[in-house]
């Protein structure tokens, strides 16, 4: 089995900065990417950013600039660096890792969210 942990939600004022890491664990062959999206009551999940071993990263254009996704050596661990943080960033925000459990079969993983309000 495959755990997704996410960590580090809460509260910030508006133009703050904030971090999330998410830990991955249990039976993995390889991992080949990973990723942060966000989800509110009123929209669908969106994608926020995301990191591959062959295509670098990607943004979403409203977050370009201000957020940083980075993973550790190990491939174990995905950050995101949130900074000059908007109202509108307010969402749960979920970790999403792609990965291989035997040599031919891989699926993704979610993590359980982690809250994230933007708020004065």
């Known amino acids: 089995q495959v755990q997704v942990m996410e960590s580090g939600g809460g509260l910030v004022q508006p133009g703050g900065s904030l971090s999330l890491s998410c830990a991955v664990s249990g039976s993995i062959f390889t991992i080949v990417a990973m990723g942060w999206y966000r989800q509110t009551p009123a929209k669908e999940r969106e994608l926020v950013a995301t990191i591959n071993r062959g295509d670098g990263v990607n943004y979403a254009d409203s977050v370009k600039g201000r957020l940083t996704i980075s993973v550790d050596n190990a491939w174990k661990t995905v950050y995101l660096q949130m900074s000059s943080l908007k109202p509108e960033d307010t969402a749960v925000y979920y970790c999403?890792?792609?990965?291989?459990?035997?040599?031919?079969?891989?699926?993704?993983?979610w993590g359980q969210g982690t809250q994230v309000t933007v708020s004065s």
């Open positions: 999403n890792v792609r990965a291989y459990t035997t040599a031919t079969m891989w699926d993704d993983y």
